[in-house]
């Protein structure tokens, strides 16, 4: 789907690299084994494990964007095929591949969940199921504008596991085509650790990359 040329553009997220949430850090620079950036050393990262193939930029946006909000599904095959091989560094295989879950109504609207097309190929590389039923989301105005404390303030509150046994003790890897701000997966592992599951990682396309 991707010629060589449009390839290389991207800014693929490779070492040195956080070895929690995947934060990429200068080339140049040598930071050990295992670096952590400031938000994991903290405590405060959002899953127990994150990777993302690349930075969200006007590269990564041009096949993200349309996949996401027009359709263009002929893109959902690179970007997961990106996606797995971020994936090898999981430090447990997971039991369950989870993509975060769209509302009805904007699942209605828009036709399809973009996460999902995503998780399927993912899960059958690892060879566990897709789990869509199990965690449901309410509907909320889209975040797309929203301060990084609207975010906190918006997804809160809006997901529900409707079976914790389905969860309970499971190690479960999170799918979603961008992470911005972390809210989103901060609020599904908050969730998913109440309802009883072992470890939430997650992986995504891209991910947006401020100075921390």
Aim: aromatic share 8%; with cysteine.
């Amino acid at each position: 789907m991707l010629c060589g040329q449009c390839w290389g553009k991207f800014n693929w997220i490779g070492n040195p690299k956080c070895h929690v949430c995947g934060y990429p850090f200068p080339a140049n620079i040598d930071l050990g084994d295992a670096p952590m950036c400031p938000v994991c050393a903290s405590g405060n990262n959002e899953l127990d494990w994150l990777r993302s193939a690349c930075v969200y930029d006007d590269v990564s946006k041009n096949i993200m964007l349309p996949f996401k909000h027009a359709a263009a599904l002929r893109y959902a095959p690179v970007m997961s095929r990106a996606m797995i091989a971020t994936i090898r560094e999981l430090p447990t295989p997971p039991d369950i591949v989870m993509p975060v879950p769209l509302a009805y109504r904007r699942l209605w609207f828009r036709g399809y969940n973009q996460a999902t097309l995503l998780a399927r190929p993912i899960a059958k590389s690892l060879g566990v199921k897709i789990d869509t039923a199990s965690v449901t989301r309410k509907y909320r105005k889209d975040m797309g504008h929203l301060s990084s404390a609207a975010r906190e303030k918006n997804i809160r509150g809006v997901f529900t596991v409707k079976n914790p046994a389905d969860v309970r003790g499971k190690n479960i890897l999170l799918v979603d085509d961008v992470m911005t701000s972390g809210a989103t997966f901060r609020e599904l592992r908050r969730v998913l650790e109440r309802a009883g599951a072992n470890a939430v990682y997650g992986v995504t396309f891209c991910r947006v990359v401020r100075a921390i």
